[in-house]
């Protein structure tokens, strides 16, 4: 009778596992589309050139569409059900593009892949993004590099890294995508300013 009963309790128990699942916490996806504003205050003297953007390249670590977070320095770690829509660097490439086309300073700007002839290329790279828990207060790092380069003889213009760190409102993954959207803006006029200052020495 003791052997019938403990076995009823483990069907009982299997049975109430497969009608009563585990709950998973749903999966929040965020974007990278703060587009930058057109500013009518800089004039540059248009040229026939067009300038190819290639896709960025991303450093070891932020490669993937985790949302990364840094508690300790020089330890990655990712949001468990947050993440970005698409790795980064693809998300950042439309944003720079668009902030150099503003300028009005090339024929075109393109973006890889793009299989006409172009007169310089500007390639980039996403060194740093993440949401640093290292103070009171969060904030996010955005790192990239940049180079520009001749597209007849490969000959390297110039090369620069700039960067936009920018506090996050709260200590939270969400004010990590507002701030994010933050630095792009400010990344990508600070990438545009190297272009251009680039070409015109």
Request: glycine share 2%.
């Amino acid at each position: 009778m003791k052997k019938l009963f403990i076995l009823l309790i483990t069907f009982f128990v299997a049975g109430c596992s497969v009608v009563s699942p585990v709950k998973l916490a749903p999966e929040s996806t965020y974007t990278i589309t703060r587009w930058p504003v057109k500013q009518n205050n800089k004039v540059y003297q248009a040229t026939q050139n067009t300038l190819l953007v290639t896709a960025p390249m991303a450093a070891p670590g932020y490669a993937s569409s985790q949302m990364v977070y840094v508690m300790v320095p020089y330890q990655l770690k990712s949001y468990a059900n947050h993440r970005w829509v698409a790795p980064p660097a693809s998300l950042l490439l439309p944003l720079i593009a668009e902030r150099i086309r503003q300028t009005n300073y090339f024929k075109a700007v393109v973006t890889a892949p793009f299989s006409g002839t172009a007169d310089y290329q500007l390639n980039l790279q996403l060194l740093t993004l993440q949401q640093e828990f290292l103070q009171p207060v969060s904030q996010v790092r955005l790192r990239m590099s940049a180079t520009l380069m001749r597209m007849n003889n490969g000959e390297v213009i110039s090369n620069r890294i700039v960067e936009a760190v920018i506090p996050a409102s709260r200590n939270n993954s969400y004010s990590g995508v507002l701030a994010t959207n933050q630095a792009a803006e400010i990344v990508s006029d600070q990438i545009e300013q190297f272009v251009i200052h680039a070409l015109k020495k």
